[in-house]
Antibody, heavy 118, light 107 residues
Framework: EVQLLESGGGLVQPGGSLRLSCAASGFTFSSYAMSWVRQAPGKGLEWVSVISSSGGSTYYADSVKGRFTISRDTSKNTLYLQMNSLRADDTAVYYC???????????WGQGTLVTVSS | DIQMTQSPSTLSASVGDRVTITCRASQSISSWLAWYQQKPGRAPKLLIYKASSLNSGVPSRFSGSGSGTEFTLTISSLQPDDFATYYCQQYNSYPYTFGPGTKLEIK
């Protein structure tokens, strides 16, 4: 069974940093591209970033480009999202996700809440 | 960036109804479109990928169609478990983008 367990969310001040982690299990982590998707309270889904299976390619939403960095550690079966220069509009539940079927998002974690507020 | 729109934004229907949700892309995305279902407080669930392929374990009352810029998700006979919000997503080109969602409510 595919399991994705996010951690690292919490309350942070505007301008601060936070690193999210996602522990993956139940599949061969190194074989799949992985993504982060977020959802602001009461709002729709927003695609944030994707990293290729090898880690060699990364892509970002315009809203986070230059501030967020996605990475992966295959030895630890863990996906990361380093978030810098956080703003109030980054407040959201952040979902870790596994890509399949040509980059559809086939599996989702339970999400971790990030709140940016003073 | 490719913009995704969905219609309607809210849909009221009854158990047993056939319903259709439309998703449009601002430019051609071939068949690189997925549909997700989300219930309050839960992570989304993949229903359809590549416009018309049913994900494993998804009931056959769900179907998807379309290509290019116009796509539809159809539920052939609504069940109580189907009342949720539905999102389309294009994964043809970066940045990938979601539609704004369609909330399916009980009439």
């Amino acid at each position: 069974e595919v399991q994705l367990l996010e951690s690292g969310g919490g309350l942070v001040q505007p301008g601060g940093s936070l690193r999210l982690s996602c522990a993956a299990s139940g599949f061969t982590f190194s074989s799949y591209a992985m993504s982060w998707v977020r959802q602001a309270p009461g709002k729709g889904l927003e695609w944030v970033s994707v990293i290729s299976s090898s880690g060699g390619s990364t892509y970002y939403a315009d809203s986070v480009k230059g501030r967020f960095t996605i990475s992966r550690d295959t030895s630890k079966n863990t996906l990361y999202l380093q978030m810098n220069s956080l703003r109030a509009d980054d407040t959201a539940v952040y979902y870790c996700a596994r890509n399949s079927f040509g980059d559809a998002i086939s599996d989702w974690g339970q999400g971790t809440l990030v709140t940016v507020s003073s | 960036d490719i913009q995704m729109t969905q219609s309607p934004s809210t849909l009221s229907a009854s158990v047993g109804d056939r319903v259709t949700i439309t998703c449009r892309a601002s430019q051609s995305i071939s068949s690189w479109l997925a549909w997700y279902q989300q219930k309050p407080g839960r992570a989304p669930k993949l229903l359809i990928y590549k416009a018309s392929s049913l994900n494993s374990g998804v009931p056959s009352r769900f179907s998807g169609s379309g290509s290019g810029t116009e796509f539809t998700l159809t539920i052939s006979s609504l069940q109580p478990d189907d009342f949720a919000t539905y999102y389309c997503q294009q994964y043809n080109s970066y940045p990938y983008t979601f539609g704004p969602g369609t909330k399916l409510e009980i009439k």
